[in-house]
């Protein structure tokens, strides 16, 4: 079945790191790729997108590329900030086998002291 | 963008009544929408997939007579936890599918059962 796998964490960065949150899946069909942030007692943002092989998402410095090759869409950030502390999550949704229903990875908590 | 809400953001009710949380689509119409539970540190867990003017989907494991979904309009769904005990104390958080293959998030509903 589909599932998503994340770097256990929790990770401690200091301001202006470098962030990388690996992650992998597996999916039987052509899935889409997210990665969600949750900051402390909210819902669910969508951080990025990608919906296609070689396709990256990119948004408020984060990046992710969608890599076929390598089921991966390990999200990046070059500087991280205080304020990018959050509990972050990778997910897919695949139309050919479960039409709208993501499928989560277990997250993965970060935190960036000054 | 699109906006999802959830009435009430807290709840904290007695052992053995019934709570209900609502979700609502603000400025799109919503097909399908679902809900999920996320306990303490965890990730998202489906609970159940609704579609305006039929019945629920839960997903296995998940008590249908506890956990009530009524879906009847394109912007409402409604959760309603019934006869509440204390393990049902958890973050639910809803989602709406606008067809696009992409969910839109509520900000959760803390319900705390004494």
């Known amino acids: 079945g589909n599932s998503v796998t994340q770097m256990e964490g929790p990770v401690t960065l200091s301001e202006e790191a470098f962030l990388t949150i690996n992650c992998t899946y597996t999916?039987?069909?052509?899935?889409?790729l997210f990665w969600y942030v949750q900051y402390p007692g909210e819902g669910l943002q969508l951080l990025l997108k990608a919906t296609k092989a070689d396709d990256k998402g990119s948004n408020k410095g984060f990046e992710a590329t969608y890599r076929k090759e390598t089921t991966s869409f390990h999200l990046e950030k070059g500087s991280v900030q205080v304020s990018d502390s959050a509990v972050y999550f990778c997910a897919l949704t695949d139309v050919e086998t479960s039409y709208d229903k993501v499928i989560f990875g277990p997250g993965t908590s970060l935190s960036v002291i000054p | 963008g699109a906006v999802v809400s959830q009435h009430p953001s807290r709840v904290i009710c007695k052992s053995g009544t019934s709570v209900k949380i609502e979700c609502r689509s603000l400025d799109f119409q919503a097909t399908t929408m679902f809900w999920y539970r996320q306990f303490p540190k965890q990730s998202l867990m489906l609970m159940a997939t609704s579609n305006e003017g039929s019945k629920a989907t839960y997903e296995q494991g998940v008590e249908k007579d506890k956990f009530l979904i009524n879906h009847a309009s394109l912007t409402l769904s409604t959760l309603t936890v019934t006869s509440a005990h204390p393990e049902d104390s958890s973050f639910y958080i809803c989602?709406?599918?606008?067809?696009?293959?992409?969910?839109?998030f509520g900000p959760g509903t803390r319900l705390t059962v004494t």
């Open positions: 999916a039987t069909g052509y899935p889409s």
């Open positions: 989602s709406a599918a606008t067809g696009d293959y992409e969910q839109y």
